[in-house]
């Protein structure tokens, strides 16, 4: 029963690792497709997607299955619990990335983006693709000070956000009512992504220590997850 | 045990209901503060979302003491599973509408709502209230046909969410461009409630029936949780 187990433990963790490598991909993907103008790397990003929803689906099956035939207790069920959130979480990231995978395409020939916040969704995108990064390689090696980090950094997307607002009102901007509308959902998406993968950096530290960092009193980790 | 299992079991459903009614309150307080620009209301939202978000963590960590403790299996199980997922779900819905009332106090004293959008905003509003207010009442009576009828008529709400666009990109639009951003992300924000109710409607016919609506391959059901 036991060696049972801990080779389907061992096929969820896989599992999840594919899950985090095929987010990462669409994020990438997302951004090929905005930045570059790349409808082939958008419409691989909204295809793609189906392959992340089937992944969630998988995952959160076997995660039910072990519950009922394994009875794990302690640190596997806080694994097997954790697993389930995140598997439902990056399923969201992969939406979030598909969703400016459509951005793009609908704006194509032309580009969603605005010369003016280029820039600005430049940072955004290396922000969110180096913290799928990040957490591809967190989660393989249960890292749990590289997810600290990681839950700290969060405010520097927040900022990023921010500005998107400030360009938009400021006296410069000569974007197109469309590409207001693109900027502000666009930065939304962003800025999701990156909350999102800080909820899961949340779960691993839980998942690995017991201990829940959202419910950390200071105010550096203080604020939960969003929406 | 089988008594304490129950009594616990209860507890839970009752926490979950508590929570529902929650979100219910604040996404009809988010109506006012926006719509009626009530200033009290917004406050009373975005304080009263600490209460939401306590709820959640309460309603896990039960889940997580009924699973080691009790190990539940077929119904039971997916129903603490049910409960975990339903939970977050409420906890976004709470906070979606935290930010629809953080956008009306950021406006006030003036409106975040320029006229041209106030009739479709209020129609939104009056779907996710209502879709709330039906959330509460299948939950409560483990309604598959009202939850299976709920999830169906989603696509009104994507109809609402579009016709945002075709207002703000048109001609008779006259907002500020701060009401320009605000109507992209308000919209954004009604339609991502409505979508988690539908989640929670699809999470609902499982709890009852072990039949999950959203693989179901048919395109009126097709279409997973987004974002």
């Known amino acids: ?10 096929q969820i963790a896989d599992d999840l690792d594919t899950m ?11 951004g090929k497709a905005l ?11 909204i295809d793609g997607d189906l392959k992340i929803d089937g992944l969630e689906a998988s995952i959160i099956d076997q995660c039910v299955q072990m519950l009922a035939k394994q009875s794990p ?26 969703h400016i995978a459509e951005t ?7 580009s969603a983006v605005n010369p003016a916040i280029r820039d600005l969704f430049e940072k955004m995108q290396d922000f969110d693709s180096h ?6 390689s967190i989660l393989q090696n249960r890292d749990e000070d590289r997810a600290e980090k990681l839950i700290v950094n969060d405010n520097k997307l927040d900022e990023l956000h921010t500005q998107t607002f400030s360009i ?13 509308i693109d900027a502000v959902l666009i930065a939304r998406f962003y800025e999701r992504i990156g909350d999102h993968a800080v909820g899961v950096a949340r779960r691993i530290v ?8 959202s419910k950390d009193p200071t105010p550096l980790l203080a604020g939960g997850l969003d929406e």
């Open 1 to 10: 029963m036991r060696v049972l187990f801990n080779e389907e433990m061992k």
């Open 20 to 30: 985090a490598a095929a987010v990462k991909a669409a994020i990438d993907g997302a």
């Open 35 to 45: 930045l570059d103008n790349d409808i082939d790397a958008a419409q691989s990003v």
């Open 73 to 98: 207790v302690a640190t596997d069920l806080r694994i097997v619990v954790s697993t389930l959130r995140i598997a439902s979480t990056f399923e969201r990231m992969g939406d979030l990335a598909r």
């Open 104 to 110: 793009a395409r609908r704006a194509y020939p032309d």
């Open 131 to 136: 913290t799928a990064g990040e957490i591809i």
């Open 168 to 180: 938009i009102n400021g006296e410069d901007w000569k974007g197109t009512q469309q590409q207001t």
């Open 206 to 213: 839980y998942m690995v220590s017991g201990f829940d960092p």
